[in-house]
């Protein structure tokens, strides 16, 4: 296929988590997911509640949408989802125009998939999901994933929810040491109105103690999702 399944470009914004927080960047939400996470905060992109907003796109359309969004007033782009590790070549062909143009690029994945773009990537955050999803890591891909990326433009990124999760990330953490790795705390209800900024808040409170407490997590960065701090549920940020 050489179209890209696109479900919203938006921006520009600000990324809210993980490695590049803090960053002005746009983003480009792909269609689909082989995960079913049971809190996921996108599950628009694969529960068919949105599949009317489904659009497939070249990678030259997806450029002039996000040229005619952002202007000049952007050098870098986020590929999130979904899984973008779902889609193929087309996507090699996106990031080649983005660089051709100098933008920088991140992708959002939960380490499930390989493909040969990911070595193209700027600054790749990689989210295996810990018990509280529902699903199961293979450690066996995420191995292999791993091994065949350049450690200096990657991160490993771990949702925790409750003691299980944190016992998870820390597993994980102690698996791939050298790779730098962020705890983030779980926004429980993802579709809750009004200002959530307090609950999540708190979330962060016992999450930072775990880790303060913890001398395995020595190394660790834990962190809110800072978009949600600000901006509560909002879609489209
Ligand atoms: C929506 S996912 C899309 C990319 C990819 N499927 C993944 O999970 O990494 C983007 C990021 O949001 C995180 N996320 C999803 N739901 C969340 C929630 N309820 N609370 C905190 N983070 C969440 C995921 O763990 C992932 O790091
Ligand atoms: N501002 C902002 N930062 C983000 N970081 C990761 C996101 C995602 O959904 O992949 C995300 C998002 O949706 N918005
Ligand atoms: S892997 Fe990512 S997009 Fe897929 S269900 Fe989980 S959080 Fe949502
Ligand atoms: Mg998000």
Redesign the pocket.
Known sequence: MSKIPVIEIFGP??????MVIGRKTM?V?TAGCDYRCAWC??AFTWDGSEKDNIRLLTPSEVFQELKLLGSHNFNHV?I?GGNPALIGKPMMELIKIFHEHDIRVGL?TQGSRWQEWFTLVDDLTISPKPPSSGMKTDFDVLDRIIENLDENRMSLKVVVFNDEDFDYSRMVHKRYPSIDFYVSVGNKDPYETGDISSRLLNSLDWLWSKVIEDPEMNNVRALP?L?ALVWANKRG?
Do not use: A, L, N, P
């Open positions: 914004t600000i990324q809210g988590e993980g983003f939400r905060d996108s986020t999130s959002e999702q978009h940020v």
